[in-house]
């Protein structure tokens, strides 16, 4: 990449600067040098670092840090709506949160969604990097920094990133996929299939058994064809023939005997790993629900739709499997009480199945996980409104949405529930301020656009 010779010699002054401790000038001439050239990586980590030697050397006491949170909001607000249009406007004013508080990670998450969006991996790792340091603990920010480590070419770390959260999240789907993703991706490096991808190497270079490296190859892909599943079935069933005692093909035959819907084969399969393995495995516990309520899935579809009590059964069904869901999740529970996804998950369950003072408790937990916070106070709040205690939702709603600072899909939710409990109150003024906050944005959402063009018709 060339740098223009004016941008190259902003970046030489503020190294400079940095160099004679004077990083208020640095700070200045580096975003000076950004503005002009966002994609300027060594600029930006050399920002990065007069920015925290800046923070270092100053004293931030309580009122300096209300100040710097009074002064950021503004930023975020001014950065979030420049993503859309000017992803490098957006960058440029999350810099200048950054400024004054480098670790922050509503500036830091901008960073990484207009550094996405304008194709700079290095830029996004350095950002995520800090974000994940703030809250270890962080499914989403967890699995996007490991997939960015792996791109950067470092997957085993990105590989004890994921396995590291993994063992205080175990029940977390999402976190175990991928981990499972990027540990293929690992294999597949360490195996020699990335020089093959760029024409360095071939098949028999990687593996001595072609046939090996096929199903290898099958394994990983995303989406297997039905002929190539049956194929590793056949494969795996005829290994486990020869190797008995080993529990890999047991593990993969569970997994493509649940793909096929042969959910008793399946359930043999994990009941020997089961029996097999040491110790409480809570993955394998939450396979073995989740076949189960696959397997009522099934049965639900198999139903005769013509036949007269075809409601009744489809109802059992249904009931059968909240319960099985439930029971299951209370289970795990008891093992793991301090696990507040967990929580979260079981305080769902209890909200479908209509037990909302169990709910409620279960979310009041959940609160304390940073990743579930927002989403519990959302369900907090329509426990609250099946309760009738519509000031309690509202406040509840007000409350999760000021901690929503990106305008996603969910804050709209938030909103579009605190409308709907204010017209309850009937607060309609305030209520239809609310759906306005949506139909500025997205008139297509749910009858937003209905609800507000009835009003301005009804004036």
């Known amino acids: 990449m060339t740098i223009p010779r004016d941008v190259r010699l902003l970046y030489t002054k503020g190294e400079e600067a940095v160099t004679r401790q004077n990083y208020d000038y640095a700070i200045d001439l580096l975003n000076q040098a950004l ?48 993503l859309r249009t000017n992803p490098a406007d957006a960058l440029s004013a999350a810099e200048q949160i950054l400024n004054n508080d480098p670790t922050n990670s509503g500036a830091h ?97 990687i593996l001595k058994n072609e046939e090996e490296a096929k199903t290898l190859e099958q394994e990983n892909r995303a989406q297997k064809s039905e002929d190539n599943t049956e194929r590793l079935i056949r494969e795996y069933e005829s290994r486990l023939k020869t190797e ?24 043999k399969m994990y009941e020997r790993l089961k029996a097999a393995e040491t110790g409480n495995d809570p993955a394998l516990d939450k396979a073995i629900a989740d076949l189960q309520v696959k397997r009522l899935d099934q049965a639900a579809e198999q139903l005769d739709q013509t036949a007269p009590d075809y409601e009744e ?59 579930k916070r927002v989403p519990a106070m959302g369900y907090l709040a329509q426990c609250f409104a099946k309760r009738k205690m519509n000031d309690l939702a509202a406040k509840t709603l007000q409350n999760a949405i000021k901690e929503k600072q990106v305008f996603d899909d969910e804050k709209k939710d938030l909103i579009y529930q605190l409308g709907c409990v204010l017209e309850t109150m009937g607060k309609r003024e305030e209520a239809i301020e609310q759906f306005k906050l949506i139909y500025e944005t997205d008139i297509g959402y749910r009858d937003v656009g209905k609800k507000v063009d009835d009003y301005y018709a009804g004036q």
């Open 35 to 82: 503005v002009k050239e966002p994609s300027f990586f060594d600029c930006r980590r050399a920002l990065r670092k007069a920015q925290q030697r800046k923070a270092d050397t100053t004293k931030t006491g309580f009122f300096k840090k209300v100040f710097s949170t009074t002064t950021s909001s503004p930023l975020i607000a001014k950065a979030q709506i420049a």
């Open 244 to 267: 008995p005692g080993n529990l890999k093909p047991v593990r993969q035959l569970a997994e493509l005997y649940t793909q096929r819907k042969r959910f008793d084969d399946a359930l």
């Open 313 to 371: 059964r489809k109802a059992q069904i249904n009931a059968d499997k909240q319960a099985l869901q439930l029971a299951d999740c209370q289970r795990r529970v008891e093992k793991f009480p301090t696990d507040l996804a967990m929580r979260f998950e079981l305080g769902v369950l209890y909200f479908q199945a209509g037990k909302i003072g169990e709910a409620i408790q279960e979310f009041q937990k959940a609160q304390n996980n940073p990743h």
């Open 109 to 205: 998450k901008i960073i990484v969604e207009a550094a996405k969006t304008l194709e700079l991996p290095q830029t996004k790792l350095m950002s995520l990097e800090v974000l994940f340091l703030n809250n270890p603990r962080d499914r989403d920010v967890a699995i996007d920094y490991a997939n960015a480590l792996a791109e950067d070419g470092r997957v085993a770390l990105g590989e004890k990133v994921l396995a590291e959260l993994a063992k205080q999240l175990p029940y977390d789907p999402e976190l175990l996929q991928a981990l499972k993703n990027i540990t293929a991706r690992r294999t597949m490096s360490e195996g020699g299939y990335d020089d093959l991808a760029d024409g360095k190497g071939s098949y028999r270079d």
